[in-house]
């Protein structure tokens, strides 16, 4: 590939213009084989001194669905906060954006933005990986510093545009989860 080659940068920014994310799913299988081939293309993302710190877990079939039980079981019987991936204190035109999002994204699935109970159940789809044949975790050792976050940052964006650039659908959700040192 000749660096500058139109043919090469119309083909990418089209699929970086086009990826969307998906919250319904087929149940279409996707071939382990595929996931393994994304993956080991998404590996040459970069990273700082080449340390790829990133793990991923690929959960299939009943792993999956037990995962998924598990965790929408723990997301019903939370009496804590809601989690924020925006802070309060965030800037306005960050939040802004922000809440346009919410009341396009909850326009189009029907639900009222004031409905707390529907936004809950909502919520708890992420959970079941919105009914995605194939369920991953991405992690990182806790110990690792913000440069390792933005190299997992670069793995998964790496990973969305494979995925996209193959036809398939991928949603990517964040939650971060207690650990202990």
């Not at 050792?141 to 793995?155: R, Y």
Request: charge should be neutral; aromatic fraction near 8%.
């Amino acid at each position: 590939m000749d660096a500058g080659d139109a043919r090469y940068s119309a083909v990418v920014d089209e699929v970086l213009r086009s990826r969307r994310t998906v919250r319904a799913f087929e149940v279409d299988e996707v071939p382990i084989e595929t996931v393994i081939d994304l993956l080991d293309v998404a590996r040459h993302a970069p990273s700082t001194f080449n340390t790829q710190p990133w793990r991923v877990h690929v959960l299939l079939g009943d792993a999956k669905r037990e995962l998924s039980a598990a965790l929408t079981q723990a997301h019903e019987a939370a009496t804590g906060s809601a989690h924020a991936a925006i802070p309060r204190a965030a800037p306005q035109e960050v939040r802004a954006r922000q809440g346009d999002f919410f009341a396009r994204y909850y326009a189009t699935i029907g639900i009222d933005p004031n409905d707390a109970t529907a936004r809950h159940q909502q919520t708890a789809r992420n959970y079941a990986f919105f009914d995605a044949p194939v369920g991953l975790i991405f992690t990182l050792d806790s110990s690792l510093t913000h440069h390792s976050w933005l190299d997992l940052g670069l793995f998964i964006q790496n990973f969305m545009i494979a995925t996209h650039a193959r036809g398939l659908a991928r949603s990517l959700r964040c939650r971060s989860c207690a650990t202990s040192r």
